[in-house]
């Protein structure tokens, strides 16, 4: 059927060798477009042979995902998103899934050995620098306290402060709390060698019984864990902290976090209740703990040992980080006739297996054949037949595809029924953005017609309308040119924005065609032809008044000299500006009068030829389904309420264009005096209160015509049927009745009446709200426009001013040239082309495609591999 409305289907019933079902399958996938119904969708408990198959192939998929994940970690290449020379290189030497399960499985088992041995590497290194930095912290701690002693501070004061003070947190180690405690812990301990120590991080004294623990924590944890030292100790315990500046790796995620050394002192031995109490404490928290030392040599040698052990762990961490990569670097190479990787290829080839088990399942067999339901156009049936009658010559099986003969009609559909065929249309790349739009908003009825073919060039028209300016125009151009011309590499790595690139350069080119309408080119005017206007006083006056060079009330040279006197016009500057705007304008007082004016009835007129275009697509649909209660109940009444008040306003919009008026009237009075039946001072033309009325009458006289006549007439018929049926006067061909659908549709009066009153509200207030609507076209011109003008002047035109140095009104112009175009960049080509984007899609959406478009059915989506690996690389 074309674009306008989607291609006839054929359904049928597919019948495959069982033994060589998954060959076959492949072939049509990569072939012919087939649209499998699951046989089993109605059962409770279906059986599903290959249900086995696809839950290996979702497990190597899982491994395939973690592969994945580890080379985005690395921060390593990784190629995809080259479906055709995928499945190119597949039509050739294809993948087997027993290979490539067995190659997945032994890069996963490297890929997690060699990543296990890096996270105990990272871990081993982290346990390294945190003891050293503990080893630090106690040095430190342990030389304040001898600078303490030299300046003669004794235990008593020392003791009796610390132990009068229950502190939860310090946040250095070099206050004087700590080193009292230090020097506290050094002369209890009465000479007692630090062999003696129980534990690795506990010191301890004999005689005095004072313990410490030390360790790292992370310094998010560091306020709770020193609240609950504190709670569970009962201020018995003194915690001290110091930050490690150092940033140390999580080995699990790769990610950095920032820790704190932390010190806890407390009195008992290392078998008291507090002890187990502060380890408990330490391991609920995840905190690592490392020995105390307690003496300046002792920690001066750990230090040194630590630091060798530190360099040598950090070696071989590299080395093990070398190894990872070089396995990964292996799975991504680029695959010959491809743009993928292995390992992306691996992807693509399970999504396709999945698929093709998938389809296998929605079958049913018996004994040594398989049958599918299928769906397919109807002008693609013999290319099918020939698929198949190659693939049984060469693989020695018998497949078939027996058609079933029912002729389908586009007007019966409601929803997703089963009876009706899906919907199908051939797509390109230049009409598949448009397609993608219509179908976000619903799919169209099977053989309804589409607003696809009039969006391509009505919803870049519009958006033009609102984005008028043709500098701005040329920057969307050349971004879809751009990308046209770099396909090859944008194609891979931003396919989305890759298929936008035609509605990309239509939309620029409509920008540029308004952007002349309107004489806008970065918010300034353009003298292409010469301005018709000029001055009539001295380039010096502080106010210039500008008159025409032409006759604006296009009498002509004869009229003129018949009515006698009135003012010469040039000859060489006869008739106004060429195209668009007059660039006069530009800067004039009353600019910003006239411009609005000019978009307000330019949208109007816009907007109601955009609805009257949807009516007559409604048109087509009637005549197409031969529906002639829609025709006179429907369409007739709409289109009269649409053309005798809206398609009279913008009749009034343009007589006043063209026609000189002296004192023209007010449009909105006159529809106003139109509507309310009151006398009009000002008519438009002679005998436009008698049109008026005549154009009322029918406008009013087609509300209860749209109302009242369809449910009574549906009713008529549906009674008619019921009696012939009653009294068996209904004859069928065997053919057609063998088809009849058992159950029969009760007409319901109620609901017919219910939805003729809403689609009648709808339609009569909906024709006034969208009309209103279009005026979004006018307000976001002015918007765009005002918006160029205050950045331009704000950010350009202050540069130009001024008497400074050559050079620096150089710089001051480039800076602010610069400045200028960033902001137009960022807010005109980011933000301004969304919303207007965004609106031009409200008015397609609601405002035209209400007035037509069912849009209830079901989409074709056919066994095809390049589709079906296009929809897996969206989602992911």
């Not at 079902?21 to 109605?42: E, I």
């Not at 019966?412 to 739009?437: I, V």
């Not at 009825?445 to 519009?462: A, D, H, N």
């Not at 609106?839 to 405002?847: D, G, N, P």
């Amino acid at each position: 059927m074309g674009i306008f409305r989607s291609e006839n289907m054929c359904s049928g019933t597919l019948v495959l060798p069982m033994e060589k079902a998954r060959h076959f399958v492949d072939v049509l996938g990569s072939s012919a477009n087939l649209m499998f119904q699951d046989v089993h969708a109605n059962q409770v408990a279906p059986q599903r042979p290959y249900k086995k198959f696809i839950q290996r192939i979702e497990d190597v998929e899982r491994e395939v995902r973690w592969l994945i994940e580890k080379c985005k970690k690395a921060e390593l290449p990784l190629y995809q998103n080259d479906l055709e020379g995928f499945l190119a290189a597949q039509s050739s030497e294809p993948y087997k899934l027993d290979k490539v399960e067995h190659e997945v499985r032994q890069a996963y088992h490297n890929v997690t050995r060699l990543d296990d041995n890096k996270q105990q590497l990272v871990s081993a290194r982290n346990a390294a620098i945190e003891e050293r930095h503990v080893l630090e912290a106690a040095s430190m701690a342990l030389f304040h306290q001898s600078s303490l002693a030299s300046e003669g501070y004794g235990l008593g004061g020392g003791s009796s402060s610390s132990s009068s003070r229950p502190g939860i947190e310090r946040r250095g180690l070099l206050d004087g709390d700590f080193a009292e405690t230090q020097k506290l812990m050094r002369n209890s301990a009465n000479g007692v060698d630090e062999e003696t120590i129980g534990t690795p991080f506990v010191s301890a004294s004999s005689s005095m019984q004072f313990n410490n623990a030390a360790g790292v924590i992370n310094q998010s944890e560091q306020q709770r864990f020193a609240r609950f030292i504190f709670r569970s100790t009962r201020g018995n315990a003194f915690t001290h902290f110091r930050e490690i500046h150092e940033p140390l790796t999580d080995p699990k995620t790769g990610e950095d976090c920032q820790k704190a050394v932390f010190v806890v002192y407390y009195q008992g031995n290392s078998s008291s209740a507090m002890h187990a109490r502060i380890l408990r404490a330490c391991q609920q928290f995840g905190a690592n703990c490392y020995p105390w030392v307690t003496t300046a040599a002792r920690g001066r040698e750990k230090l040194r040992q630590i630091s060798v052990e530190v360099n040598e762990r950090e070696r071989a961490l590299m080395a093990s980080e070398k190894l990872l990569k070089d396995e990964l670097n292996f799975i991504l190479q680029r695959q010959p006739g491809s743009y993928n990787s292995l390992l992306e290829d691996w992807r693509l080839f399970l999504i396709k297996e999945k698929g093709t088990y998938a389809v296998l399942d929605m079958c049913e067999g018996e004994g040594t054949t398989l049958r599918a339901q299928v769906w397919y156009p109807t002008a693609e049936e013999d290319f099918v037949r020939r698929v198949l009658i190659a693939e049984s010559r060469s693989t020695h099986c018998s497949a078939m595809l027996i058609t079933d003969r029912v002729t389908y009609s586009g007007g019966g559909g409601h929803g997703h029924d089963q009876q009706m065929p899906p919907t199908y249309f051939k797509s390109n790349g230049f009409l598949a953005p448009f397609q993608t739009m219509v179908n976000t908003y619903g799919i169209p009825r099977y053989q309804e017609m589409t607003p696809v073919f009039f969006s391509i060039v009505t919803f870049p028209f519009l958006f033009g309308v609102m984005f008028g300016d043709v500098g701005h125009g040329l920057m969307l151009l050349s971004i879809g040119i751009a990308i046209t011309q770099h396909e090859n590499k944008i194609k891979f790595q931003y396919p989305a924005v890759f298929d936008f690139r035609y509605m990309c350069i239509m939309m620029g080119f409509f920008a540029i065609y308004a952007g002349f309408i309107y004489n806008d080119f970065f918010a300034t005017g353009m003298n292409l032809f010469g301005s018709r206007w000029r001055n009539t006083g001295k380039e010096t006056d502080p106010i210039q008044y500008l008159v025409p060079d032409f006759d604006p009330s296009n009498r002509g040279d004869k009229l003129i000299q018949k009515e006698g006197g009135g003012r010469q016009y040039y000859a060489q500057n006869f008739g106004p500006y060429p195209f668009g705007v007059d660039p006069a304008w530009k800067g004039a007082s009353n600019e910003l009068n006239f411009m609005n004016s000019m978009k307000m009835k330019i949208s109007v007129l816009l907007g109601v030829a955009h609805m009257i275009l949807g009516l007559l697509l409604r048109l087509s649909n009637v005549i197409y389904e031969r529906n002639r209660v829609d025709f006179i109940c429907e369409f007739v009444p709409m289109m009269t309420f649409m053309i005798c008040f809206f398609g009279y306003m913008d009749y009034m919009i343009l007589y006043k264009w063209v026609t000189p008026m002296n004192e023209p009237p007010s449009i909105i009075n006159t529809l106003i005096s139109m509507v309310m039946q009151t006398e009009n001072k000002t008519p438009l033309y002679a005998g436009a209160a008698e049109t008026q009325a005549f154009l009322l009458s029918c406008m009013v006289f087609s509300v209860p015509c749209l109302l009242i006549p369809k449910p009574l007439i549906l009713w008529a018929i549906a009674k008619r049927r019921t009696m012939q049926h009653s009294r068996g006067q209904t004859f069928m061909p065997l053919s057609e009745t063998q088809h009849e659908p058992e159950q029969k549709v009760k007409f319901d009066m109620g609901e017919t009446c219910i939805h003729q009153i809403i689609e009648t509200i709808e339609f009569v207030l909906g024709t006034v709200s969208h009309t209103a609507s279009y005026l979004r076209l006018w307000a976001l011109s002015l918007a765009h426009q005002q918006l160029s003008v205050v950045f331009f002047k704000m950010l350009f035109t202050s540069s130009l001013t001024g008497d400074d140095f050559f050079l620096v009104r150089a710089v001051k112009i480039y800076i602010s040239f610069f400045s200028f175009m960033v902001v137009s960049v960022a807010i005109f080509i980011g933000m301004d082309v969304m919303e207007c984007f965004m609106h031009t899609l409200r008015l397609h959406w609601v405002e035209f495609q209400s007035k037509f478009f069912r849009a209830d059915g079901y989409d074709f989506l056919p066994f095809r591999h390049l589709r079906l690996l296009t929809q897996a690389t969206q989602a992911s």
